[in-house]
């Protein structure tokens, strides 16, 4: 199983235009982020390789695992660490192949055999959400709580990474069903001080470990 961190953090440039996808990379590493994912619904596809190329550099240089969420394509010429695939994005046994075995396949799941699929298939880790209400994501589906979290955790032998509606007030009852971590958008993001949200948020994170 390839290594990922336990803090996530998901770039996001629609929900706020303040910061850059590279900036907030840079600004999530500094306040302690050690995973970064691309998200970019849209646009050129030969802006968002060098945008990747970019973000790729920026986490390399701090040792931090660099992925692109659905995009296969931008993942391979960005040289990222790995991809995060949803259930109905690229398959990832076939992305697998691709990528080879040395690169991080994440796979999203909002029900436990959505779960079980991810593992069958050969996902490294498994971002498991809604865990709470969440307006990052418009097809979120419902939430699980902590409870289905558990479930879940209790069930699938990969590192469960909780997304959705993660705050630093509910990081410890989310950590205290098992989660190997979270992953963010909003929660750093959205803020002014996305270092010192990113902060705040590991430094809850490591006192729930």
């Known amino acids: 199983m390839n290594k990922i961190g336990r803090l996530h953090l998901l770039t996001d440039v629609v929900m706020q235009s303040r910061f850059s996808h590279e900036e907030l990379a840079r600004l999530g590493i500094a306040g302690g982020a050690d995973t970064i994912q691309l998200r970019e619904k849209g646009g050129s596809t030969r802006r968002m390789i060098e945008v990747a190329k970019s973000m790729a550099s920026v986490c390399r240089s701090s040792q931090v695992p660099f992925i692109v969420n659905d995009r296969i394509d931008v993942a391979i010429a960005s040289d990222a660490d790995g ?41 490294d880790y498994v ?5 709470y209400v969440t307006g990052s994501k418009e097809d979120a589906g419902p939430v699980s709580g902590p409870k289905g979290l558990k479930q879940v955790v209790e ?15 509910n990081v410890p009852e989310v950590m205290k069903a098992g989660a190997y971590g979270i992953a963010v958008i909003s929660a750093v993001c959205c803020q002014i001080d996305p270092e010192g949200a990113t902060r705040a948020l590991r430094e809850v994170l490591e006192r729930s470990l």
Do not use: N, Y
Request: hydrophobic share 45%; glycine share 14%.
């Open 83 to 123: 991809v995060h695939l949803g259930q109905s994005d690229f398959p990832i046994p076939l992305a697998r192949e691709l990528l080879g075995k040395d690169k991080i396949i994440g796979g999203s799941a909002a029900i436990l055999e959505e779960a079980r699929i991810c593992l069958a298939e050969g996902a």
């Open 127 to 131: 971002g498991f959400g809604p865990v």
């Open 155 to 169: 069930t699938i032998p990969l590192p469960i990474i909780a997304i959705g509606g993660i705050t630093p007030e």
